[in-house]
């Protein structure tokens, strides 16, 4: 998944997210070993201490966690991948009906648009 | 983390024309800093106070605690905003040139760092492209070993592609206990890379803050901001 970051959010919320992302994807699993922050760094072109604090949060949250010199890993939690797409779904659906109400359509409408349009088109 | 750079009232006039006015900047180890500023606000002046090639009129200016001096050259790499190599110099040179120089120079990081943008050792400079010869000097001054690196307009002249991979430079010979202060114009190019950004008005500091809190507080990019608070 490529790292793409917007104007408006702290980037370190943004690497949360992408990383949270790849957790709930699945393309990251328990147990994974994540790079060092230095790699993640380069990878995502960030500056190192944003990736760490990034790091430093998710692991706060408990979706990582550390062994000493071995690095950081994905947390073993069952729910955790389940957890993590609810959330993210939230996230998308507020943005869907916020965008879809400041053009003009009222939640009710906006829904059934986009059950329609799910239904016309197929991915 | 320890201050590394502490200016304060800082004053810089060429003739009657002030420069920097009571100028007031503390610089952390171990940061990535933007120095942010319209043409002529004195980002340049500052850079060159720093890395000894001006003189201050007045105020106080020390890296690590020392005075602006033979000490401070040692540990402070600076990339001026034109080059300076001779024409007829083959790339190979300028790397003697630094050798000699520097005690802190590392040849093989620049050798390789040059073998991965694919510029020959051999070829003279005036053979080189502006973009090209640009990379050479930031190749040559990142491969120091210094505690600050002083990159004035690291980028002017080389195409959006090459501006990605000389960020990737930055970031990956960095050393973690350095700071970098880089004055640019291509904010949004650089914003994800920095800690913190400078704003220089009129050769003062007006805001010095840290990328996310500028995110936070104004819920725009560095970029926005700047256009905002230089709005002409």
């Known amino acids: 998944m490529e790292w793409k970051f917007n104007d408006e959010t702290p980037i370190y919320l943004q690497i949360m997210e992408h990383i949270k992302t790849q957790i709930a994807s699945g393309e990251l699993k328990t147990n994974d070993k994540l790079p060092s922050v230095r790699e993640l760094a380069l990878e995502a072109g960030v500056n190192p201490n944003t990736m760490q604090k990034a790091l430093s949060e998710l692991e706060r949250e408990g979706l990582v966690y550390s062994q000493r010199t071995a690095g950081r890993f994905v947390a073993d939690m069952k729910n955790t991948a389940d957890d993590l797409k609810e959330s993210l779904a939230v996230q998308h659906m507020k943005e869907y009906l916020e965008s879809m109400g400041k053009i003009g359509y009222p939640k009710q409408k906006a829904v059934e648009l986009l059950a329609e349009y799910a239904n016309k088109n197929s991915f | ?232």
């Open chain 2, 1 to 232: 983390m320890s201050v590394l750079v502490d200016c304060s009232e800082l004053n810089k006039s060429y003739g009657r024309k002030q420069v920097l006015t009571k100028l007031n900047m503390k610089v952390e180890s171990g940061r990535i800093i933007g120095l942010l500023g319209p043409n002529g606000s004195g980002k340049t002046t500052l850079i060159k106070i720093l890395s000894g090639v001006l003189k201050k009129d007045s105020g106080e200016v020390s890296i690590m605690g020392l005075p602006i001096g033979i000490e401070t050259k040692k540990i402070v790499s600076y990339l001026p905003e034109r080059t300076y190599f001779s024409p007829s110099m083959k790339v190979k040179e300028t790397l003697d040139f630094f050798e000699d120089f520097y005690k802190d120079f590392n040849r093989q990081t620049a050798e390789e760092m040059l073998g991965r943008l694919e510029i020959s050792t051999e070829s003279k400079i005036k053979e080189l492209s502006k973009g090209t010869r640009e990379k050479v000097q930031l190749v040559l001054v990142m491969s120091r070993e210094a505690k600050l690196y002083l990159l004035d307009e690291p980028m002017g002249g080389v195409d959006p592609a090459a501006r990605d991979y000389i960020l990737r430079t930055i970031l990956s010979n960095y050393n973690p206990e350095a700071s970098i202060i880089i004055s640019t114009h291509l904010i949004s190019d650089v914003e994800k890379v920095l800690d913190e950004v400078v704003f220089v008005k009129n050769g003062q500091i007006v805001l010095q803050e840290t990328v996310d809190q500028i995110r936070d507080k104004h819920q725009k990019s560095v970029d926005g901001l700047f256009r905002e608070v230089f709005a002409c």
